[in-house]
């Protein structure tokens, strides 16, 4: 469940840099073309979601309190990932393109 829901944020945050770079989220070029499936926003995230959610969370996995509360994340537990999200797209990243470190958001 924590995985999912940092791979929520992760969706928006690539939907929202896709349109604003004028690209049209649902024709993707890895996930087959689906009516209402926002192909090229999955696509984008597969790019991401290892250094911003997966890894994150797997290494934070013992500071972070699991807690469910009626087989839902309980807020401070949904607090805590949208943390180490957050902060690992503010972290700088090495790009090959421009042969420096930048910080994970500018490159999405």
């Known amino acids: 469940?924590?995985?999912?829901?940092?791979?929520?944020?992760?969706?928006?945050?690539?939907?929202?840099?896709?349109?604003?770079?004028?690209?049209?989220?649902?024709?993707?070029?890895?996930?087959?073309?689906k009516s209402g499936k926002p192909s090229l926003t999955l696509d984008f995230i597969e790019m991401f979601r290892q250094a911003c959610v997966d890894k994150p969370l797997i290494i934070y996995a013992k500071?972070?309190?699991?807690?469910?509360?009626?087989?839902?994340?309980?807020?401070?537990?949904?607090?805590?990932?949208?943390?180490?999200?957050l902060d690992q797209l503010n972290r700088k990243h090495y790009y090959c393109k421009i042969g420096k470190k930048i910080e994970l958001s500018k490159i999405c």
């Not at 969706?11 to 690209?23: Q, R």
């Not at 500071?63 to 999200?85: G, N, P, Q």
């Open 1 to 33: 469940m924590a995985l999912n829901y940092g791979y929520g944020i992760l969706y928006s945050i690539v939907e929202k840099s896709l349109l604003l770079a004028g690209l049209d989220p649902y024709l993707g070029f890895l996930y087959t073309l």
């Open 63 to 85: 500071s972070i309190d699991f807690e469910l509360v009626a087989s839902k994340l309980s807020y401070e537990t949904r607090r805590a990932i949208v943390k180490y999200v």
